[in-house]
């Protein structure tokens, strides 16, 4: 009953798309699929609907064999970044759209397209030609007219991305509810995004890719807690993770000449040598007791503040909870919470994490 | 500021529309004049400045034997010529344009862009370079002097310009909207004729358009692909000339010939306004 890739590739012009993608999709389950621009997630979520050819790999659902299945008989559903509709027709034609050609009964029809507007919101809009409507209610309209079809598979290409901030926490906060019926009736929801705050909130499995690889696949609590590699780190937190270069000797953690840290206690175990320190913004907390920096650029972003410090060479960038205005160049003192700290190997691995440690 | 700046838009829209509809006010004169008001110096407002006559327009509805040019058997072949290559070419030339804008064509270095401009290049050389194949062509397959034979000349050469604008117009129309028709349970075929044409309106208008136009104005290959069985408007109105030039029906008879244009440009403007693809994509 579940969707399996195997080893799905796809190459264009030297470059992967798609490198070597082996995963499983349980029915009834959300997974966010996460990466930034151009890291592939397009082109997986087109190989499910078999919009993108493929050099290798087999795609099976419900036993049955997929890649010899064409597009319009896979029954899945896809909502793209752009707001795609077809401008021809109204709101209701649009949502019905796909019914009629599955030649259902109008009755029917107009039963199911009626509970989609409901769920998505639009009543009275559904004699509406698209052009009238605007963005948000433009992607209200491809929402409900995959969720009209019932489709097996849900593909959502970061439907979100293209609205305005208040209508994306809208659409957010009421998504789980738009498709809460669609995963108890044993659908496989698939969710693009760049956001790691979108992925965390939607709090099903995490997917991370990137360059058309898989890195991780895990919970989205096993993912924030243990990313398994460097990358992981740096694409599932927003912002960055901060990684430094830096050492253990003799009991301390050396970033630079200047800033050496006693070993927190899930690091007791670790070996001197060379390592990358991994540290959240968010652990990095002005402190008069901590080490100087000198602050590069301070932004302010709804109630935070984000904080570019350097001293010498090492540079980190720091999520302090409040509106704090600071000019560029001025000389703060911060602390890094050291019981967070990451440890990952040179080959960017990760060995030692607050939560866990090997 | 503002009343100048009004003052500045009418004046050079009045300065345009005087230069496009003069000569055509020129021609509906003329064709109401007869040898003494063409020859005797300008005159431009009938009754005042000579006496009206309907010899001109008399010319065209006469039969031959009392002296009258035959165009209304011409007029219709015209019409017959343009309208089915027209529509010809807009059918096949949307396919051609839909394959070369949505399917990669690879064969040696050859690519879409490169079959597209083959399409085009038939309008590159000058038409008397094509009219020796054709008349070989034709001559061959027993199409000379024929309608079926002057159908198939234009729709090589309004082909093109169809293919033309509609790969350019279907280039606009994003993709994802065909890629929606099919997950949506459509087969290609069905998400062509269901999605991207119904869309596709304005396009296909412009194209039609400009068949329309280059079809029915073409003079040389209607010349030089007929003798004696099958005429068209524009050879016609040409063979009207004799030793003495007989302006008014040369006028009266172009007044006739740019009519249907006319008409359909009016047709068509309403509808170009009024379709867009605005909303599709944001």
Redesign the interface.
Known sequence: MNLITKNLSFKHENEYYLNDISLEFKVGNLYTLLGRTLSGKTSFL?TI???QPLDSGQITFEGKDFNSI?????N???V?Q???????LTVFDNIA??LK??KMKSSDIKNEVSSAIQKVGLQGFEKR?????S?GQ?QRVALA?SLA?KAKILLLDEPLV?LDYKLREDLRNEFKNIFSDDLSSQSILIYASTDPMEAMQLNGNIIVIDEGKILQHDTAKEVFENPSNIKVAEITNEPAMNIVNGSVESNKIILNQNIQIDLPDHLKKIESGKYFFGLRASDIVLDDSGFQFVVDLAEISGSETFLHLHQDNLKLVSLINEVKNFNNRDKVKVKIMSENLYVFDEKGNLIFSPFKYK | MRTFYIFIKYFFITIWSMFVIAPFLWALSTSFKDFNSVTGGAKYIPWLQFEPSLEGWSVLIRSQGKGGVNIIEPYFNSVFVTCSASLLSIIFGTLAAYALSRFTFKAGFIRNNDITFFFISQRIMPPIVLSIPFFLMLGFLGLLDSLLGLILVYMVLLMPIAVWIMVDFFNRV?K??D?????????PF?AFFK?VL??SIPGLIVAGLFCIIFGWIDFFFAFILTFTKVQLLPVAIVALNSSVTPWWSLSASALVSVAPLIIVAFIVERYLSKG???????
């Open positions: 087109k609907a078999g919009l064409p597009v319009w008989k896979r899945v559903a896809m793209y752009q707001f795609i509709n077809y401008p021809h759209f796909p050609q599955r030609k698209i052009q009238e409507l963005g433009q007219r079809k293209n | 994003p994802e909207i890629e929606t028709a099919l997950i949506d349970g459509c087969n069905e999605v119904p869309n867009n693809l605005s909303g599709a994509l944001k």
